[in-house]
């Protein structure tokens, strides 16, 4: 792509995907898909380098793993819209037989998908593995994942940042969705993490944050920025500052929209915030 | 009866460890994860020619399993080295998630599975772990019997596509397979034809077997002895002929016998043709330290067990 007016107007068609998407099935998660749109937006549409046609093995390619598969909303919105599959199919999200499961998975054969999550925590894992592949296969392009701030709560990322750290995997950017929110509240009240930036410090990574989570501008910026903080020793952390559910001002600072579908003028009401750019599928 | 003959008491952990040189050698994708277990997994020959192809993870088996998992995007053959209890339980919703259900090409290689690595006790003595990967599905369950057979099946199954459970032990136990045998997944091994009773073992329960088998001929029992190295998928076929034949069935593991390869067999036998079944396993229970002899006379996975159990099965037909 593309300008920014373009990139806006593709965040805008994303969220009204992700609000029709959960609200025709009466389930799935739209805060947290919301709040990273336009994460997805301008990572698949700016920052990576993508092959035009899908193979699992990615080899040539960036790769992105969405550890906090519960925003497969957005993902398969921003998939679709890419070109990975139609964009009709977003239509058939958790439906019987469809390959848009609840959460994502490679099991139907989902272009675009590189392994299921959804029991949360084994992203980062799966993604140093895929980073050491590429070392391996000389192949010099950039893994990047996506992880929940509540997330981190789970003990296998922290023998992941331990690896990472250590072993200098350094063509890997995770990306931490910091909304401070999960589904029974604000995290420093569920369980307070402390300071993200100086654990992950502590643990030998390049962090950076970007304030401007929900800025497209911001977030490609960001995320340039990072990857030119590859390759030099250190496996790179951006702590992206977003606003779980932004755009739709009733599901905006709260928890409550983590994994709840709106109802008929619920819906109405965010899509009259969200107006219709590219065409709904 | 036909004679085996044991060429020198090896563990099959060398056998795994001397596959893997193998691999190393001869095909470049295969690489070798540990959580700091080189020593026990005897893997250093590997590590020593292949250096840039090994990962040492540490204490974090979980980490270890989604990397594997990773490793496979790219076209990387990952092997996964561990105890079999930190192999399975620890990790099982890793394994679930990010290698079976995504269908992923990783080798999780689990060495000292059930009682007989011996002194450490019940922590480590995981007799659950063939159940816990037999009901995943797309999950290969291999458990060869002998150094030979361990060394065949590590090189088979870097050439087969899918996530695969391979399950080996400690201690020395009878080299009796051939050296140079082609393994081939699923496929049961007749070893001793015989007509009165079939004993299905796996492991290196199958030595066991057939020492059983030779002290029932002497008291006139003809004993069919299948070693069973693939658990699932199960050679259904061979132990349904076999049986169409004896009319009953001793099954013999180190393992539980909830979830284990007796259960395995009771299935197909139900569906297709019900017979007799006694179970050589262990009875729902923990294990305790001990040496592996022991643990294997007071736990009853020994060939004075199969044969005990033979005598029963042989009244109930």
């Known amino acids: 792509m593309s300008n920014i007016q373009q990139l806006n107007d593709l965040a805008t068609q994303v969220r009204r995907d992700i609000l029709r998407m959960v609200h025709k099935v009466n389930s799935g998660h739209p805060g947290g898909s919301l709040g990273c749109t336009e994460f997805f937006v301008a990572l698949y549409n700016e920052i990576m380098e993508l092959k035009d046609e899908f193979d699992m093995d990615g080899i040539g390619e960036d790769l992105f793993f969405l550890s906090n598969g519960h925003i497969s909303p957005v993902f398969y919105s921003v998939l679709a819209r890419r070109g990975y599959f139609p964009v009709k199919e977003l239509d058939t999200f958790r439906m019987i037989d469809s390959r848009l499961q609840g959460h994502p998975t490679t099991h139907e054969g989902l272009p675009g998908i590189r392994v299921a999550s959804g029991s949360l925590g084994q992203g980062m894992s799966v993604a140093i593995g895929a980073a050491l592949a590429k070392k391996l296969n000389k192949d010099n392009h950039v893994i990047y994942s996506l992880h929940g701030d509540g997330e981190l709560q789970e003990g296998q990322n922290w023998e992941a940042i331990m690896y990472a750290a250590a072993y200098k995997v350094d063509n890997y950017i995770a990306t931490v969705d910091y909304n401070g929110q999960q589904i029974d509240g604000a995290t420093d009240d569920v369980l307070p993490m402390g300071d993200l930036r100086v654990k992950f410090e502590a643990f030998g990574w390049d962090v950076m944050e970007i304030e401007e989570g929900n800025n497209i501008e911001a977030v490609i910026a960001g995320m340039k920025e990072a990857r030119t903080r590859t390759g030099k020793g250190k496996p790179v952390c951006v702590l992206l500052h977003t606003v779980m559910g932004n755009g739709v001002d009733f599901m905006m600072y709260t928890h409550a929209w983590h994994g709840k579908a709106p109802n008929d003028e619920q819906l109405e009401k965010a899509l009259a915030q969200n107006p219709e750019t590219l065409g709904d599928y | 009866m036909k004679k085996y003959t044991d060429?020198?008491?090896?563990?099959?952990?060398?056998?795994?460890?001397?596959?893997?040189?193998?691999?190393?050698?001869?095909?470049?994708?295969?690489?070798?994860?540990?959580?700091?277990?080189?020593?026990?997994?005897?893997?250093?020959?590997?590590?020593?020619?292949?250096?840039?192809?090994?990962?040492?993870?540490?204490?974090?088996?979980?980490?270890?399993?989604?990397?594997?998992?990773?490793?496979?995007?790219?076209?990387?053959?990952?092997?996964?080295?561990?105890?079999?209890?930190?192999?399975?339980?620890?990790?099982?919703?890793?394994?679930?998630?990010?290698?079976?259900?995504?269908?992923?090409?990783?080798?999780?290689?689990?060495?000292?599975?059930?009682?007989?690595?011996?002194?450490?006790?019940?922590?480590?003595?995981?007799?659950?772990?063939i159940g816990l990967m037999k009901m995943l599905p797309g999950m290969t369950v291999i458990n060869p019997c002998d150094y030979n057979q361990t060394k065949a099946a590590t090189i088979a199954i870097a050439e087969y596509e899918g996530p695969v459970y391979l399950r080996f032990g400690r201690p020395t136990v009878a080299n009796f397979t051939p050296e140079d045998q082609k393994f081939e997944i699923g496929k049961a091994l007749l070893l001793n034809e015989g007509t009165d009773v079939t004993i299905i073992a796996t492991g290196h329960l199958v030595w066991e077997a057939l020492i059983a088998a030779e002290a029932l001929e002497a008291k006139g029992i003809s004993a069919e002895v299948i070693n069973i190295h693939t658990i699932k998928p199960l050679d259904e076929e061979a132990i349904l002929k076999s049986v169409a034949k004896t009319g009953c069935v001793v099954t013999a593991e180190e393992h539980n016998y909830y979830g284990g390869l007796g259960e395995s067999v009771a299935r197909v036998l139900v569906k297709n043709q019900p017979a007799p079944q006694e179970f050589v396993a262990t009875n729902d229970t923990f294990g305790e330290s001990g040496t592996p002899a022991q643990l294997m006379e007071k736990y009853g996975l020994n060939n004075k067990a199969i044969e005990k159990a033979v005598e029963k099965v042989l009244k109930r037909k």
């Open chain 2, 7 to 129: 060429t020198g008491k090896k563990d099959t952990r060398s056998g795994f460890g001397a596959g893997m040189t193998v691999l190393g050698r001869t095909n470049p994708n295969v690489v070798a994860l540990c959580a700091d277990l080189i020593g026990s997994l005897k893997i250093q020959e590997f590590i020593d020619e292949n250096p840039e192809r090994f990962f040492q993870v540490g204490i974090a088996e979980a980490n270890m399993m989604g990397m594997a998992a990773g490793l496979t995007i790219g076209g990387k053959i990952p092997f996964t080295g561990t105890f079999a209890n930190f192999s399975t339980g620890r990790v099982y919703d890793q394994i679930r998630q990010s290698i079976a259900y995504s269908g992923k090409n990783v080798k999780i290689c689990a060495s000292h599975a059930g009682l007989t690595l011996g002194e450490d006790g019940a922590t480590h003595q995981i007799l659950e772990d």
